[in-house]
């Protein structure tokens, strides 16, 4: 049962070929044999209630497409009743008293929740380790970093503790982590899965959660109950069929390969060569890969990027700074952040917004030649557990906390779908991912390039972490 999709276990349990209460056994068996190495799972409900709650969905009809899955949802989402931290000793024993939009959705979707994923301390930079619960290891190598900022979510997908997971993506937070752990992590377009109506909904418009998995008809099924409009907030999209047309294959396709952006992005040795290789099975498949020049300068997205997401985060985040308290108990890449965005002057603002605004228009001229870009998922391998974050890349210095993840942003800047699939491991035995980016709203084409991609290679499948081979011996 640990290695069926959730497409399998949702349909075993809706026809009743096994029972919630069952599921959720294997659940906390699994849990108890392998968290403990990769610290994966936090805040974890009692398993004695878990199994109650479980027995108690055993012949009842099932509500919704989740019924009776065992869900841990990433802890920078508000669930009512189960501690919420956002890794932050300032909130070390927080417990909402209602559910984030997205929580409500898949609770209303029949999943149990189980406990929370763990995260970098509010979610920023893509290690997950924080002074609450301490640092998520990878599967594949426990010295090694699990990514972020779902790096709890995709440890608990690679080892087989969780079916499905929710994720959140700004800078790469769910491409990122699914690449090292040998997972897929999908960020829709921006706007599908609607945020709740607090704070500011019009200008924050860089972050959206999406949902990660082992198979990629998982991750479209699992949009679906993530999708749908929030009539509180603005900029609502129409969710799209995602399934009908996930098997149409990728013949046909045109494919451009942007590689490390001319040079741009620093890249550690045989990640390229990993991605190429995956590129000429898509070739195999019937889609023509054309490598692209640079379309758009670097330091011009890379400039608009932290200016928008300093003036995010100063905006939402101000008080973590000016408060001593709160001060004293916030990490410095945090702090840097809001400072950054507290210098701001508007004109600054308007200068980054009118960059994007010119890589849209830019971006959406390239989608009248393509049907999808490539790149890589992130420009090193799974890194050292004990580092805060690479300060270098093949010799080049990274200038801030957050420079060596800076491939993700082309998509992350103007909300585009991107799909981060498995290509491999390394000589060292660490998985590697690379994007698959869509236009705006094409998230069903760029599932149903990622499902082709799956049929061809079963990466999650083929080679799990021998962690989870050795628990599942056991």
């Not at 276990?9 to 959720?24: F, N, T, Y």
Request: charged fraction near 20%; include cysteine; glycine fraction near 10%.
């Amino acid at each position: 049962m640990l290695e069926w999709s959730a497409t399998r276990l949702s349909d075993a349990i809706h026809s009743r070929k096994v029972a919630p209460s069952e599921v959720m056994a294997t659940h906390l068996a699994r849990v108890a044999a392998v968290n403990g190495a990769v610290n994966a799972i936090v805040s974890t409900v009692d398993p004695d209630v878990l199994m109650a709650r479980a027995r108690a969905l055993d012949d009842v009809a099932p509500v919704g497409w989740l019924h009776g899955i065992p869900l841990a949802v990433k802890d920078v989402v508000a669930t009512a009743g189960l501690r919420t931290t956002w890794g932050s000793p300032i909130h070390a024993d927080h417990v909402p008293m209602a559910d984030d939009l997205l929580a409500a959705r898949m609770r209303g979707a029949g999943a149990i929740f189980t406990g929370k994923t763990n995260v970098p301390e509010w979610g920023q930079g893509s290690h997950s380790f924080n002074p609450v619960f301490g640092v998520t290891r990878n599967p594949y190598d426990l010295t090694r970093s699990a990514g972020g900022s779902s790096g709890g979510a995709a440890a608990g997908l690679a080892t087989r503790m969780l079916w499905l997971a929710d994720g959140s993506d700004m800078m790469g937070s769910l491409r990122n982590p699914a690449a090292f752990c040998n997972v897929y992590g999908f960020r829709p377009t921006w706007g599908l899965v609607p945020g709740d109506a607090e704070g500011d909904t019009y200008l924050a418009t860089l972050t959206t959660d999406g949902p990660m998995a082992r198979t990629v008809e998982d991750l479209a099924r699992f949009l679906t109950v993530m999708a749908g409009e929030n009539p509180e907030v603005p900029f609502p999209r129409p969710v799209p069929d995602l399934l009908s047309g996930l098997d149409r294959g990728a013949r046909g396709l045109k494919i451009g390969w942007l590689a490390d952006w001319g040079g741009a992005y620093p890249m550690e040795p045989g990640i390229l060569d990993a991605c190429e290789t995956g590129l000429r099975l898509l070739e195999d498949m019937g889609a023509v890969v054309e490598p692209l020049p640079p379309p758009f300068p670097a330091e011009k997205l890379w400039h608009a990027w932290t200016t928008l997401r300093a003036m995010l985060n100063a905006g939402a985040k101000r008080s973590l700074a000016e408060d001593p308290v709160k001060r004293a108990l916030t990490k410095p890449e945090s702090l840097w952040e809001i400072e950054q965005g507290l210098g701001l002057s508007a004109q600054a603002v308007h200068a980054a917004s009118v960059i994007r605004s010119r890589w849209h228009a830019h971006a959406a001229r390239l989608f009248d030649r393509f049907d999808a870009l490539v790149l890589p998922s992130a420009q090193v391998w799974p890194f050292p557990a004990d580092w805060r974050w690479p300060n270098r890349i093949a010799g080049r210095p990274m200038d801030t906390y957050h420079r060596w993840m800076e491939v993700v942003v082309p998509a992350s800047l103007i909300g585009l779908p991107a799909l981060s699939v498995p290509v491999g491991f390394g000589p060292k035995g660490l998985p590697m991912g690379m994007q698959i980016i869509g236009r705006s709203g094409d998230d069903a084409g760029v599932l149903a390039i990622g499902q082709a991609w799956h049929r061809a290679t079963e990466w999650p499948q083929r080679q799990p972490p021998a962690l989870a081979i050795e628990a599942g011996s056991g």
